[in-house]
Nanobody, 123 residues
Framework: QVQLVESGGGLVQAGGSLRLSCAAS????????MGWFRQGPGKEREFVGC???????WYGDAVKGRFTVSRDNAKNTQYLQMNTLKPEDTAVYYC?????????????????WGQGTQVTVYS
């Protein structure tokens, strides 16, 4: 089992920035792929981005150019730097992880999930 704990959510004005962190612990502290999904009010869970152990990244179309995923394998932590935030970015953000590289945009690919952290962007 891998435990994931997110931090860094909060309230921010449109145009501002936030950085989320996700610390991994447990049997495999640095999973092959770590990612982020989000779920806004009344919306389906949406792929935000992910990063492999080697540093290859993928992003959802809605956040490309504004969000950056990174990870520090020595600290078993991944990060989501969110810039130029918009009200439509308001959602609960979930940290995810998997030990098998599959369809990275599909939530079912991921075996482990954090509890989520709320991000609210106001205009």
């Amino acid at each position: 089992q891998v435990q994931l704990v997110e931090s860094g959510g909060g309230l921010v004005q449109a145009g501002g920035s936030l950085r989320l962190s996700c610390a991994a612990s447990g049997r495999t502290s640095s999973p092959l792929v770590m990612g982020w999904f989000r779920q806004g009010p009344g919306k389906e869970r949406e792929f935000v981005g992910c990063i492999t152990w080697e540093g290859t990244t993928w992003y959802g179309d809605a956040v490309k150019g504004r969000f950056t995923v990174s990870r520090d394998n020595a600290k078993n932590t991944q990060y989501l730097q969110m810039n130029t935030l918009k009200p439509e970015d308001t959602a609960v953000y979930y940290c995810t992880a998997t030990e098998i590289l599959g369809r990275v945009t599909d939530p079912s690919t991921y075996d482990f999930w954090g509890q989520g952290t709320q991000v609210t962007v106001y205009s």
